[in-house]
């Protein structure tokens, strides 16, 4: 069975940092899409940053307009795990982030950020940013 934890969240302020980091267990999500989403209140589910395996220990990164550069994603194949970075917080970026992987290796940039083409989720964790 498949589970996926995060961690790392909390309140932070305005113009700060986290990081968030996510352990895949149940089987290895190595060569499979791997990234967070985040929802706000009264909002849809939407994409944050992902990982695509390349090859080898490579993986090609896409971020979301709304934090593209400010956030780093980065994966660690041998733990299951994936983490992300977000750097000069705002009360926008409030909202519960979720980790999620894809069983599907083929996704493409126009694919890859969709909700909908991520077969398992975390149970999310809370990032509140406030003074």
């Known amino acids: 069975q498949v589970h996926l934890v995060e961690s790392g969240g909390g309140l932070v302020q305005p113009g700060g940092s986290l990081r968030l980091s996510c352990t895949a267990s149940?089987?290895?999500?190595?060569?499979?899409?791997m990234g967070w989403f985040r929802q706000a209140p009264g909002k849809e589910r939407e994409f944050v940053a992902t990982t695509r395996w390349i090859g080898g220990a490579a993986y090609q990164k896409y971020y979301a307009d709304s934090v593209k550069g400010r956030a780093t994603i980065s994966r660690d194949s041998a733990k299951n795990m994936v983490s992300l970075q977000v750097n000069s917080l705002s009360p926008e970026d409030t909202a519960v982030y979720y980790c999620?992987?894809?069983?599907?290796?083929?996704?493409?940039?126009?694919?890859?950020?969709?909700?909908?083409?991520?077969?398992?989720w975390g149970q999310g964790t809370q990032v509140t940013v406030s003074s």
């Open positions: 999620a992987v894809s069983n599907t290796r083929g996704l493409i940039a126009s694919t890859i950020s969709k909700t909908e083409n991520y077969d398992y």
């Open positions: 149940g089987r290895s999500f190595s060569n499979y899409p």
